[in-house]
């Protein structure tokens, strides 16, 4: 057993159930302590139970930080009445402690958010994730290998986007300089993707029936997503961390 | 809900998926990081994007639940192709979702026509909007300016996940590309309306 | 009704499919695509079905599979008798592991990410239990000496590799019935070829009854033994011939004049740090015929984008009269940004609206001016495209594999076209991997390799170059290719 692996192995269904949890929860406390103990942690259990590239993490980061910063001033700028002591003002713009705590938890919880997803995104691998859901959760096979069958189709949607941008400018089109132009341009963009994944998603429907998948719950995997041990061991890890960034923040305020 | 559905069906609503997630990854990126200096706000007006998904698929498919499942799978797909927002794009998508259903399933499936998709529209940005409220602690704002973010987003709803996307979709039923999908067995007969 | 032909039918001839008066029609449409067709499939026959594209053939063999008439809600009359037991009589799924199919194109039928979990996938969909999955799933790798493969992610693979995985998974279903959707289409010539003798080594291995698809033999040789026409109003009949009958195309004089039109000169691409074309340099004159040849992924494309100023260039320089070389990607519909054909060929700033109406005449677009250009047929679609680019009095026309899929009347149509352009005082260029094609209207050959261009050929002597043309992943033409020189 390989400690930096664990977050890696986690079943990603149970992971996923965790961070849904986590996000709903923290959703519902307005105090800057909770959110940044939480991210804390986060961090530090990823440090631990995980092989990530903190370069890239870091890299990834950095829109989130950017969006924590614009919840902060909107927040302060637009608050709803709160009370507390004003301990800022500006021509008619009056700040409270009330004010200032609820937007900086605000933007905390975008940060803490973030964290978490960036601990799934990091760790899981996007297959293992939909066949779990399948075989955890009874998503219908039906859907989860019409999931799968899309996901395939991603780098060749990539490429004839290339191609068709490539066309358009051949016929002056898809630079314009305004984004309403650009909103509009998007109709000519979509068309020919659509008409073409219309056509490819029949032949891939076709392909899959004629390997005689019928979207029936299976009973055979040859790779089973199992629920082991350590998955519930780090989950009660996750929610011990959860419970106590709870009560923490509340006590800390 | 999913028995009645072709294999076909599914997967075309899953390649549109990646169609849309490849253009607002392509597209639409710009607006991300101007979001960040203009605060939440500066999303709602193009929200209606992200609900886009649903109505076109709805309106081609015309089975119960096409637009939850379409919603949803669209965000599955983005976290997939590595979508930093993560986890947290499914439950918002699921709930978007819902919210264009409903306009569907209030008219029993059987109306299709733009105030339908519309109202869809609207039913989507209704639901992610107090979706939003709870998990982004709207709660915390001004009621004027939430009130300017929820017009903007219902707007955006109704224009552009609405009429768009029905602006889209008969752009593609023109193409001929649709035969065998509802929308053009649906035409061959005559309109219920 | 059915006699056998010049082969005997090996092993022994019980019948697997037997379809008596079948019609079927799409319900969308009034009028059937397949009328009154009945015939017989015995045991190991290797049978080939063709026809002209939306002729029906497709349909005929996704009726054998059982994809219709469910997928499609399609009406179907007759009957069809699969193994001795009525079509209707299966549930779904439950033929498909007797039946298997390989379809037409390799970037769609796959689910999953690598071999061996696509081959897992098919498995699993039959119940077959665990413990034996990976014993079948090496026997099938084993067979098709695709062992090598297993943990390679299917995306990275090339066409023709794509088309073996696909053969694989449906070999490891065990079936008695291969059933092939025009398994060639996507491939070059030598690579189809390939395919072709690695399946008749498995076929012969295993005895199979081979049903496939094809619009044209040419790469299979002598590979079937019976062969099924699909001809106009959706009747089937016995054809005589199973071996490919060379398409003639008309004769035709240069019209090649010795005047430079358009000059590229020692032209690099270099796309996010890689270089997809060295230094190529190429010349055309007045009225001039050019194939551009060679392996998929050679950069045919990259040059044609290179030279009609889609793609910037990192070195050379491009000599041009006024207006730079048009180009028609291999789906024209790409380059369509409107409703309406007469509107797509007046679209560019540039167009000059004198000319359009007798260009739309010569290119046979004035009988469909009000079609939306996409609804209409693919050779349509080309004609709006070239005629989108020539509104804008370019010299130049690049083509961009415009013969891959098509039958023999679109080839002969395009043939037709192209020569008219030419004859115009147009030069034009065009990407093909149809050597037969290429060598009945070209006047100059390019071949290209690795990004590399070997050089510029006359076309009369490139044919005879055995070696140098499989060096680019063709084949010479089938009866020499001198006709029309």
């Known amino acids: 057993m390989v400690l930096n692996e664990q977050l ?5 269904a149970i992971k996923f159930l965790v961070v849904v949890v986590s996000m709903l929860t923290l959703a519902w406390f307005f105090n800057p302590w909770t959110p940044a103990i939480f991210f804390v942690g986060i961090v530090l259990i990823q440090l631990v139970c995980s092989r990530i590239n903190w370069k890239l993490w870091l890299l990834m980061m950095i829109p989130f ?9 909107t927040t302060i700028l637009f608050a709803a009445e709160a009370g507390g002591t004003v301990i800022w003002s500006w021509k008619h713009i009056e700040v409270t402690d009330e004010q200032f705590a ?26 293992n994730f939909v066949m779990s859901l399948m075989q955890q959760f009874r998503l219908s096979p039906k859907l989860a290998y019409g999931i799968m069958v899309g996901y395939q189709f991603l780098p060749v949607v990539k490429e004839e986007f290339v191609q068709i941008r490539h066309a358009h400018r051949l016929r002056g089109v898809g630079d314009e300089k305004w984004w309403w132009q650009r909103l509009f341009g998007m109709r000519r963009m979509l068309i020919p993707l659509l008409a073409a994944a219309v056509r490819k998603a029949e032949r891939a429907a076709f392909a899959m029936e ?6 029936e719950p299976r009973t055979e995997f040859f790779k089973p997503v199992t629920v082991r041990f350590n998955d519930w061991v780090l989950t009660a890890l996750f929610l011990t961390l959860l419970i106590s960034s709870s009560i923490l923040g509340v006590l800390l305020t | 809900m999913l028995r009645s559905w072709k294999l076909k069906e599914v997967v075309l609503m899953s ?58 799978i669209t965000a599955a797909i983005e976290v997939m192709i590595g979508n930093a927002v993560g986890p947290r794009l499914i439950l918002s998508g699921l709930i978007q979702g819902l919210g264009a259903e409903a306009a569907f399933a209030a008219t029993g499936y059987k109306r299709f026509n733009w105030w339908v998709l519309v109202l869809s529209g609207v039913g989507a940005a209704v639901f992610s909007f107090a979706y939003g409220f709870f998990v982004s602690g709207y709660s915390a704002l001004a009621p004027s300016y939430l009130a300017l973010m929820f017009g903007l987003r219902v707007m955006s709803g109704a224009v552009i996940a609405g009429f768009g996307g029905k602006w889209v979709s008969d752009g593609l039923l023109a193409t001929g590309a649709l035969r065998g999908y509802a929308i053009s067995l649906d035409k061959r007969k005559p309109s219920v309306d | 009704m059915i006699k056998l032909q010049e082969k005997p039918i090996p092993i022994n001839t019980s019948m697997v499919m037997e379809l008596s008066n079948v019609t079927f029609r799409f319900p969308e449409d009034d009028e059937p695509i397949l009328q009154d067709v009945s015939f017989t499939i015995h045991q190991g026959e290797r049978v080939v079905i063709t026809g002209p594209s939306g002729s029906g053939k497709s349909t005929l063999l996704y009726l ?10 399609g009406i179907l009359s007759g009957s069809i008798t699969l193994f001795g037991k009525n079509q209707a009589d299966y549930l779904p799924g439950e033929v498909n592991a007797r039946i298997a199919t390989v379809f037409q194109d390799p970037d769609s039928q796959f689910c999953m990410p690598t071999v061996e979990e696509e081959m897992a996938f098919t498995l699993e969909n039959l119940n077959v239990p665990r413990a034996e999955m990976e014993k079948r799933i090496v026997e099938a790798l084993d067979t098709t000496r695709l062992t090598h493969l297993r943990h390679t992610l299917i995306q990275t693979l090339s066409g023709g590799m794509k088309q073996r995985v696909a053969t694989a998974c449906a070999i490891l279903m065990e079936p008695e019935v291969l059933l092939l959707d025009e398994p060639l289409s996507h491939l070059d010539p030598l690579t189809a070829q390939e395919y072709v003798g690695w399946l008749d080594e498995l076929q012969k291995k295993y005895g199979w009854t081979v049903v496939a698809v094809e619009h044209r033999l040419d790469a299979w040789k002598d590979f079937f033994n019976r062969r099924l026409k699909v001809i106009s109003g959706g ?17 035709r004089n240069t019209s090649m004049v010795e005047e430079t039109v358009f000059e590229a000169l020692d032209v690099s691409v270099e796309l996010k740090g890689k270089t997809l074309l060295h230094n190529a340099s190429i010349k055309l004159r007045h009225g001039e015929i050019a194939v551009l040849a060679g392996p998929n992924g050679s950069g045919k494309s990259t040059l044609f984008k290179a030279i009609c100023g889609i793609l910037p260039l990192s070195q050379g320089r491009i000599i041009s009269r006024q207006t730079l070389p048009g180009y028609v990607p291999q789906s024209p519909e790409h380059l369509f940004v409107t409703q309406r054909v007469e509107d797509e060929v007046l679209f560019s700033k540039r167009a000059e609206p004198r000319i359009v109406g007798d260009l739309m005449k010569r290119l046979r677009l004035d009988d469909i001016h009000d079609a939306h250009p996409f609804a209409i047929s693919h050779g349509q679609k080309r004609r709006t495209a070239i005629a989108a680019m020539l509104v804008e ?42 050597m037969e094609f290429a060598a009945s209207i070209a006047d100059t050959v390019f071949l290209l390799k690795e990004g590399l261009l070997t050089g510029e050929f006359n076309a009369a002597d490139v044919w005879k170059d055995e070696k140098l043309l499989r060096e680019h992943s063709l084949l010479p033409p089938i009866g020499g290719g001198l006709r029309g020189t």
């Open chain 1, 8 to 12: 890696h192995e986690m079943n990603p």
């Open chain 1, 65 to 73: 930080v950017i969006t924590a910063f614009g919840y902060l001033w």
């Open chain 1, 102 to 127: 609820r937007a900086l938890s605000l933007s905390f919880r975008v940060i803490a958010f973030s964290s978490i997803s960036l601990l799934f995104a990091f760790t899981t691998r996007p297959v």
């Open chain 1, 210 to 215: 004629a390997r005689a998948f019928t979207g």
């Open chain 2, 15 to 72: 390649v549109f998926s990646v169609v849309f997630a490849v253009v607002y990854l392509l597209f639409v990126h710009v607006g991300n990081i101007w979001s960040g200096f203009i605060g939440p706000i500066a999303y709602e007006w193009i929200f209606g994007i992200w609900f886009i998904v649903s109505i076109i698929c709805m309106y081609i498919i015309r089975k119960p639940g096409a637009a939850v499942y379409s919603e949803t």
């Open chain 3, 64 to 73: 054998m599979n059982r994809l219709y008439p469910e997928s499609c809600d």
């Open chain 3, 235 to 251: 009747f089937v009949e016995q054809s005589d011939s199973v071996v490919a009958a060379p398409i003639l195309f008309n004769k």
């Open chain 3, 393 to 434: 009095k370019r010299s130049v026309l690049l083509l961009d594999e415009p013969t891959s899929g098509q039958d023999e009347a679109a080839l002969n149509e395009l043939h037709q076209l192209i020569r008219t352009r030419a004859e115009e005082g147009l030069a034009v260029l065009v990407i093909t991997h149809d």
